[in-house]
């Protein structure tokens, strides 16, 4: 047999025992097992940054999200997955201290609107 031409995996161990292949003397096969790992790409989170940039009461972390958003992006679309899961984790972070300090100022307006009511409402039945 040719070496060039057959794999070395085909060629049996040299020595005269015949027994199971894979036992010691005997024939030996390799087996390779392949896996193929499937990485979902990183996400840039550009529409949350988006939102948050027009939506939210602190435009600049909004702005400073979606900046990192795009560069999360533009580093995928390169090919450098690593530098784009960097910087989409960046927006990430930035797009929920935006999110959480928006509800957080929400919730603080209504119960200003709430208290304010309460108190013109017992003004006017205290001086009514």
């Not at 199971?20 to 097992?33: I, L």
């Not at 679309?77 to 690593?82: C, K, P, T």
Request: glycine share 10%.
């Amino acid at each position: 047999m040719n070496p060039a031409v057959y794999p070395p995996e085909a060629f049996p161990l040299q020595g005269g025992y015949d027994g199971r292949p894979g036992q010691p003397g005997g024939h030996s096969v390799v087996q390779h097992t392949i896996v193929n790992v499937t990485t979902e790409p990183p996400k840039d989170h550009i529409i949350w940054s988006l939102c948050n940039f027009v939506y939210s009461c602190c435009p600049c972390l909004g702005l400073a999200a979606l900046i990192f958003s795009i560069k999360a992006r533009d580093r995928k679309v390169v090919g450098d997955l690593e530098g784009a899961r960097h910087y989409g984790s960046t927006a990430r972070c930035l797009n929920i201290i935006a999110a959480v300090l928006g509800c957080i100022m929400v919730f603080i307006f209504i119960i200003t609107v709430i208290v304010v009511a309460v108190q013109i409402n017992s003004y006017d039945s205290y001086y009514g």
